[in-house]
Protein backbone atom coordinates (compact mmCIF):
# COMPACT_ATOMS: atom_id res chain seq x y z
CA UNK A 1 0.00 0.00 0.00
CA UNK A 2 1.03 3.52 -0.66
CA UNK A 3 2.11 6.19 1.94
CA UNK A 4 -0.68 8.23 0.98
CA UNK A 5 -3.33 4.95 0.50
CA UNK A 6 -2.13 4.00 3.71
CA UNK A 7 -3.28 7.55 5.46
CA UNK A 8 -6.36 7.24 3.52
CA UNK A 9 -7.19 4.33 5.18
CA UNK A 10 -5.92 5.34 8.47
CA UNK A 11 -8.15 8.46 8.04
CA UNK A 12 -11.70 6.20 7.65
CA UNK A 13 -11.11 3.94 10.37
CA UNK A 14 -12.80 5.59 14.04
CA UNK A 15 -11.43 2.81 16.56
CA UNK A 16 -9.54 0.01 16.33
CA UNK A 17 -9.66 -2.97 18.73
CA UNK A 18 -7.09 -5.52 18.29
CA UNK A 19 -6.94 -8.94 20.23
CA UNK A 20 -8.21 -7.02 23.75
CA UNK A 21 -8.08 -8.54 27.19
CA UNK A 22 -9.83 -6.79 30.29
CA UNK A 23 -9.52 -8.71 33.57
CA UNK A 24 -10.91 -7.66 37.19
CA UNK A 25 -8.77 -8.85 39.50
CA UNK A 26 -8.81 -13.14 38.92
CA UNK A 27 -11.78 -12.39 36.47
CA UNK A 28 -11.36 -12.38 32.87
CA UNK A 29 -14.30 -10.24 31.47
CA UNK A 30 -13.13 -8.91 27.62
CA UNK A 31 -11.53 -11.92 25.52
CA UNK A 32 -9.57 -11.31 22.60
CA UNK A 33 -11.71 -8.16 21.07
CA UNK A 34 -11.14 -7.41 17.48
CA UNK A 35 -13.10 -4.51 16.20
CA UNK A 36 -12.54 -1.85 13.70
CA UNK A 37 -15.16 0.68 13.28
CA UNK A 38 -15.11 3.13 10.39
CA UNK A 39 -15.38 6.60 10.44
CA UNK A 40 -19.65 7.51 10.31
CA UNK A 41 -20.09 3.66 11.22
CA UNK A 42 -23.01 3.00 13.28
CA UNK A 43 -22.57 -0.17 15.68
CA UNK A 44 -24.93 -1.45 17.97
CA UNK A 45 -23.93 -4.13 20.39
CA UNK A 46 -26.41 -6.36 22.04
CA UNK A 47 -26.17 -9.33 23.94
CA UNK A 48 -26.93 -11.21 28.03
CA UNK A 49 -26.80 -9.09 31.03
CA UNK A 50 -22.92 -9.56 32.40
CA UNK A 51 -21.68 -10.42 28.98
CA UNK A 52 -19.15 -7.48 28.90
CA UNK A 53 -20.52 -4.56 26.84
CA UNK A 54 -20.70 -1.73 29.15
CA UNK A 55 -16.85 -2.78 30.03
CA UNK A 56 -15.99 -2.93 26.61
CA UNK A 57 -17.14 0.28 25.21
CA UNK A 58 -15.90 1.95 28.61
CA UNK A 59 -12.18 1.25 27.76
CA UNK A 60 -12.77 2.63 24.49
CA UNK A 61 -12.57 5.70 26.55
CA UNK A 62 -10.57 4.44 29.05
CA UNK A 63 -12.97 4.42 31.69
CA UNK A 64 -12.07 1.12 32.62
CA UNK A 65 -8.61 -0.48 31.56
CA UNK A 66 -7.32 -2.66 29.36
CA UNK A 67 -4.24 -5.69 30.36
CA UNK A 68 -3.75 -6.96 27.11
CA UNK A 69 -4.03 -5.58 23.08
CA UNK A 70 -4.46 -2.57 21.42
CA UNK A 71 -7.11 0.01 21.28
CA UNK A 72 -6.58 3.15 18.96
CA UNK A 73 -9.09 5.88 18.77
CA UNK A 74 -8.83 8.53 15.47
CA UNK A 75 -5.37 6.78 15.45
CA UNK A 76 -4.66 7.74 18.76
CA UNK A 77 -3.29 4.18 20.81
CA UNK A 78 -4.67 4.22 24.44
CA UNK A 79 -2.28 3.96 26.90
CA UNK A 80 -0.99 5.25 30.39
CA UNK A 81 0.05 8.24 28.51
CA UNK A 82 -1.98 10.51 30.23
CA UNK A 83 -2.11 13.26 27.63
CA UNK A 84 -3.14 10.84 25.17
CA UNK A 85 -6.17 9.74 26.79
CA UNK A 86 -7.22 13.40 27.23
CA UNK A 87 -6.87 13.61 23.72
CA UNK A 88 -9.05 10.48 23.29
CA UNK A 89 -11.46 11.96 25.92
CA UNK A 90 -12.09 14.90 23.46
CA UNK A 91 -12.65 12.82 20.54
CA UNK A 92 -15.16 10.64 22.40
CA UNK A 93 -18.73 11.53 23.99
CA UNK A 94 -20.23 9.26 26.04
CA UNK A 95 -24.00 8.83 27.10
CA UNK A 96 -25.01 6.34 30.17
CA UNK A 97 -28.14 4.45 31.21
CA UNK A 98 -28.24 6.87 33.87
CA UNK A 99 -28.04 10.37 33.12
CA UNK A 100 -25.31 11.34 35.29
CA UNK A 101 -26.65 15.07 35.26
CA UNK A 102 -25.43 18.16 38.08
CA UNK A 103 -28.74 18.02 39.98
CA UNK A 104 -28.01 21.47 41.44
CA UNK A 105 -26.85 23.00 37.90
CA UNK A 106 -29.71 23.91 35.26
CA UNK A 107 -29.91 22.34 32.18
CA UNK A 108 -27.83 24.80 30.51
CA UNK A 109 -25.03 25.01 33.13
CA UNK A 110 -25.14 21.18 33.07
CA UNK A 111 -24.12 21.68 29.25
CA UNK A 112 -21.73 24.29 29.69
CA UNK A 113 -19.65 22.89 32.70
CA UNK A 114 -17.30 20.83 30.63
CA UNK A 115 -16.51 23.49 27.72
CA UNK A 116 -16.11 26.18 30.02
CA UNK A 117 -13.68 24.89 32.40
CA UNK A 118 -11.96 22.21 30.56
CA UNK A 119 -11.62 23.56 27.02
CA UNK A 120 -11.67 26.74 28.41
CA UNK A 121 -14.25 28.10 26.03
CA UNK A 122 -15.90 32.09 26.98
CA UNK A 123 -19.14 31.35 28.55
CA UNK A 124 -21.17 33.72 26.14
CA UNK A 125 -19.79 31.53 23.54
CA UNK A 126 -20.19 28.07 25.45
CA UNK A 127 -23.98 29.32 25.82
CA UNK A 128 -24.21 29.95 22.35
CA UNK A 129 -23.30 26.06 21.69
CA UNK A 130 -25.44 24.93 24.35
CA UNK A 131 -28.68 26.37 23.26
CA UNK A 132 -27.70 25.27 19.95
CA UNK A 133 -27.71 21.53 20.67
CA UNK A 134 -30.70 22.01 23.26
CA UNK A 135 -32.70 23.15 20.37
CA UNK A 136 -31.31 20.18 18.10
CA UNK A 137 -32.14 17.65 21.27
CA UNK A 138 -35.63 19.58 21.04
CA UNK A 139 -35.84 21.32 24.62
CA UNK A 140 -34.29 24.81 24.50
CA UNK A 141 -37.23 25.98 26.71
CA UNK A 142 -35.82 23.65 29.77
CA UNK A 143 -32.76 25.61 29.18
CA UNK A 144 -33.17 27.08 32.94
CA UNK A 145 -35.14 24.47 34.76
CA UNK A 146 -33.14 21.95 37.15
CA UNK A 147 -33.00 18.03 35.71
CA UNK A 148 -35.30 17.53 38.97
CA UNK A 149 -37.79 19.30 36.85
CA UNK A 150 -37.36 17.21 33.87
CA UNK A 151 -38.78 13.89 32.45
CA UNK A 152 -36.48 10.82 32.20
CA UNK A 153 -36.86 11.23 28.50
CA UNK A 154 -35.92 14.89 28.56
CA UNK A 155 -33.00 14.29 31.30
CA UNK A 156 -31.88 11.60 28.84
CA UNK A 157 -31.96 14.62 25.58
CA UNK A 158 -29.96 16.96 28.01
CA UNK A 159 -26.93 14.44 28.76
CA UNK A 160 -26.93 14.26 24.75
CA UNK A 161 -26.67 17.80 24.20
CA UNK A 162 -24.27 17.96 27.07
CA UNK A 163 -22.14 15.42 25.05
CA UNK A 164 -22.09 17.26 21.81
CA UNK A 165 -21.12 20.36 23.53
CA UNK A 166 -17.47 18.79 23.91
CA UNK A 167 -18.17 18.72 19.65
CA UNK A 168 -17.01 14.69 19.79
CA UNK A 169 -16.41 12.63 16.46
CA UNK A 170 -17.43 9.46 18.07
CA UNK A 171 -20.23 8.81 20.27
CA UNK A 172 -20.92 5.79 22.80
CA UNK A 173 -23.94 4.81 24.47
CA UNK A 174 -24.89 2.49 26.94
CA UNK A 175 -28.52 1.48 27.24
CA UNK A 176 -29.59 4.80 27.07
CA UNK A 177 -32.90 3.85 27.16
CA UNK A 178 -33.38 1.41 29.24
CA UNK A 179 -33.96 3.50 32.39
CA UNK A 180 -37.01 5.47 30.96
CA UNK A 181 -40.43 4.70 31.17
CA UNK A 182 -42.00 2.95 27.60
CA UNK A 183 -43.63 6.21 26.80
CA UNK A 184 -40.47 8.17 26.93
CA UNK A 185 -38.31 5.71 24.49
CA UNK A 186 -39.09 7.03 21.46
CA UNK A 187 -37.77 10.52 22.53
CA UNK A 188 -34.27 9.44 22.94
CA UNK A 189 -34.11 7.13 20.05
CA UNK A 190 -35.39 9.95 17.55
CA UNK A 191 -32.65 11.44 19.12
CA UNK A 192 -29.63 9.01 17.81
CA UNK A 193 -31.61 8.52 14.44
CA UNK A 194 -31.07 11.90 13.85
CA UNK A 195 -27.35 12.22 15.05
CA UNK A 196 -26.81 9.12 13.19
CA UNK A 197 -28.21 10.62 9.74
CA UNK A 198 -25.49 13.73 10.36
CA UNK A 199 -22.74 10.67 10.04
CA UNK A 200 -21.82 10.66 13.66
CA UNK A 201 -19.72 7.38 14.57
CA UNK A 202 -21.53 5.82 16.72
CA UNK A 203 -21.06 2.45 19.11
CA UNK A 204 -24.47 1.91 21.05
CA UNK A 205 -25.43 -0.82 23.52
CA UNK A 206 -29.20 -1.10 22.86
CA UNK A 207 -31.88 -4.00 23.05
CA UNK A 208 -34.11 -1.79 21.07
CA UNK A 209 -33.83 -3.57 18.31
CA UNK A 210 -36.13 -1.65 16.08
CA UNK A 211 -33.23 1.09 16.21
CA UNK A 212 -31.12 -1.67 15.63
CA UNK A 213 -32.77 -2.46 12.25
CA UNK A 214 -33.28 0.82 11.23
CA UNK A 215 -29.62 2.99 11.99
CA UNK A 216 -27.12 0.17 12.17
CA UNK A 217 -24.77 -0.91 9.89
CA UNK A 218 -23.51 -3.93 12.12
CA UNK A 219 -25.08 -5.63 14.62
CA UNK A 220 -22.33 -7.10 16.98
CA UNK A 221 -23.57 -9.80 19.49
CA UNK A 222 -21.57 -10.44 22.72
CA UNK A 223 -21.81 -13.43 25.30
CA UNK A 224 -19.36 -14.13 28.01
CA UNK A 225 -16.55 -11.77 27.49
CA UNK A 226 -16.28 -12.65 23.27
CA UNK A 227 -17.81 -10.70 20.17
CA UNK A 228 -19.92 -14.00 19.35
CA UNK A 229 -21.03 -12.61 15.97
CA UNK A 230 -20.95 -9.55 14.02
CA UNK A 231 -23.46 -9.05 10.91
CA UNK A 232 -25.48 -5.84 8.99
CA UNK A 233 -29.31 -6.08 11.26
CA UNK A 234 -31.24 -7.92 8.17
CA UNK A 235 -28.91 -10.64 8.27
CA UNK A 236 -27.98 -10.85 11.97
CA UNK A 237 -31.94 -10.65 12.74
CA UNK A 238 -32.97 -13.06 9.57
CA UNK A 239 -30.41 -15.47 9.64
CA UNK A 240 -28.38 -15.70 13.25
CA UNK A 241 -25.18 -18.11 12.98
CA UNK A 242 -24.43 -19.24 16.47
CA UNK A 243 -27.04 -20.95 18.43
CA UNK A 244 -26.05 -18.54 21.30
CA UNK A 245 -27.43 -15.54 18.90
CA UNK A 246 -30.52 -17.39 18.38
CA UNK A 247 -31.17 -18.32 21.42
CA UNK A 248 -30.85 -14.24 22.52
CA UNK A 249 -32.85 -13.29 19.59
CA UNK A 250 -35.61 -15.70 20.58
CA UNK A 251 -35.58 -14.32 24.27
CA UNK A 252 -36.08 -10.47 23.65
CA UNK A 253 -37.54 -10.77 19.98
P1 LIG B 1 -22.96 -5.86 30.50
O1 LIG B 1 -22.82 -4.39 30.24
O2 LIG B 1 -22.93 -6.68 29.25
O3 LIG B 1 -24.16 -6.18 31.33
P2 LIG B 1 -20.63 -5.50 32.17
O4 LIG B 1 -19.54 -5.06 31.26
O5 LIG B 1 -21.28 -4.48 32.99
O6 LIG B 1 -21.70 -6.33 31.31
O7 LIG B 1 -20.08 -6.61 33.14
C1 LIG B 1 -19.42 -7.76 32.67
C2 LIG B 1 -19.02 -8.62 33.85
O8 LIG B 1 -18.04 -7.95 34.62
C3 LIG B 1 -20.17 -8.93 34.80
O9 LIG B 1 -19.98 -10.25 35.26
C4 LIG B 1 -19.97 -7.94 35.92
O10 LIG B 1 -20.46 -8.44 37.13
C5 LIG B 1 -18.46 -7.80 35.95
N1 LIG B 1 -18.04 -6.46 36.40
C6 LIG B 1 -18.45 -5.28 35.89
N2 LIG B 1 -17.83 -4.24 36.48
C7 LIG B 1 -17.00 -4.78 37.40
C8 LIG B 1 -16.07 -4.24 38.36
N3 LIG B 1 -15.87 -2.93 38.45
N4 LIG B 1 -15.40 -5.12 39.13
C9 LIG B 1 -15.58 -6.45 39.03
N5 LIG B 1 -16.44 -7.04 38.16
C10 LIG B 1 -17.14 -6.22 37.35
MG1 LIG C 1 -24.08 -2.79 30.74
Known amino acids: ???????????????????????????????????????GERIVVCGPSGSGKSTMIRCINRLE????????????????????????????????????????LTVLENCTLAPIWVRKTPKAEAEATAMKFLERVKIPEQALKYPGQLSGGQQQRVAIARSLCMNPRIMLFDEPTSALDPEMISEVLDTMISLAEEGMTMICVTHEMGFAKTVADRVIFMDAGEIIEQAPPTEFFENPQSERTQLFLSQIL
Open 1 to 39: MSEAAKTQSQNDVAIQIIGMHKWYGEFHVLKDINLTVDR
Open 65 to 104: EHQQGQIIVDGIELTNDVKKIDEIRREVGMVFQHFNLFPH
